[in-house]
T-cell receptor, first 114, second 116 residues
Framework: DTGVSQDPRHKITKRGQNVTFRCDPI?????LYWYRQTLGQGPEFLTY????????KSRLLSDRFSAERPKGSFSTLEIQRTEQGDSAMYLC????????????FGDGTRLSIL | ELKVEQNPLFLSMQEGKNYTIYCNYS?????LYWYRQDPGKSLESLFV?????AVKQEGRLMASLDTKARLSTLHITAAVHDLSATYFC????????????????FGAGTILRVKS
């Protein structure tokens, strides 16, 4: 169990640029989740996958956000035309689902918009 | 819409003292999680509470769930400095096994500082 891996750890970009983050889940986990966390708040759900199928997408996720999990293994989260309000920590989690096991979180990607 | 509220949001404790963090949620669920987050780090799973009356203990922390009151508590016994962190409760919607593995709705977190 090598844990959930996220890349990059930090991303600084100018407003209007596109950014892409990668998440590698724990290998035997079929469910993968994306959350966003801002300072002083708990994580907010963005979207999740079972294998390659995207099962749910939050209303928070504007059409500038897209997530994929093409082969049911790693996932990418892309933000197009970034805005100041996108600055946050983006967390990925994975789990064996449906089951009674908790979601395991990665260390996150911190996005800063200049 | 499921809402999760924690209180207090900030807790400063003396070493050796006991205290309780409360987590209330707004709609029916029988699955609740507690996580710990250290500064700059990710979330570490502490407890999974699966049914009404569930109680779990690990070291100086004990968590319980009352699904009728829609309330979970995290009790800290004889606090030590190493427990300083932010604690989150998270509720998973759904009440039947087939619905498990869904999104989590988190509280805002309780920042715990244990002073010597």
């Amino acid at each position: 169990d090598t844990g959930v891996s996220q890349d990059p750890r930090h991303k600084i970009t100018k407003r209007g640029q596109n950014v892409t983050f990668r998440c590698d889940p724990i290998s035997e986990h079929n469910r993968l989740y994306w959350y966003r966390q801002t300072l002083g708040q708990g994580p907010e759900f963005l979207t999740y996958f079972q294998n390659e199928a995207q099962l749910e997408k939050s209303r928070l996720l504007s059409d500038r956000f897209s997530a994929e999990r093409p082969k049911g293994s790693f996932s990418t989260l892309e933000i197009q035309r970034t805005e100041q309000g996108d600055s946050a920590m983006y967390l990925c989690a994975s789990s064996r689902g449906p089951s009674n096991q908790p979601q395991h979180f990665g260390d996150g990607t911190r996005l800063s918009i200049l | 819409e499921l809402k999760v509220e924690q209180n207090p949001l900030f807790l400063s404790m003396q070493e050796g003292k006991n205290y309780t963090i409360y987590c209330n949620y707004s709609t029916t669920s029988d699955r609740l999680y507690w996580y710990r987050q250290d500064p700059g780090k990710s979330l570490e799973s502490l407890f999974v509470l699966l049914s009404n009356g569930a109680v779990k203990q690990e070291g100086r922390l004990m968590a319980s769930l009352d699904t009728k009151a829609r309330l979970s508590t995290l009790h800290i016994t004889a606090a030590v400095h190493d427990l300083s962190a932010t604690y989150f409760c998270a509720v998973e919607r759904g009440k039947r096994w087939v619905e498990y593995g869904n999104k989590l709705v988190f509280g805002a977190g309780t920042i715990l500082r244990v002073k010597s």
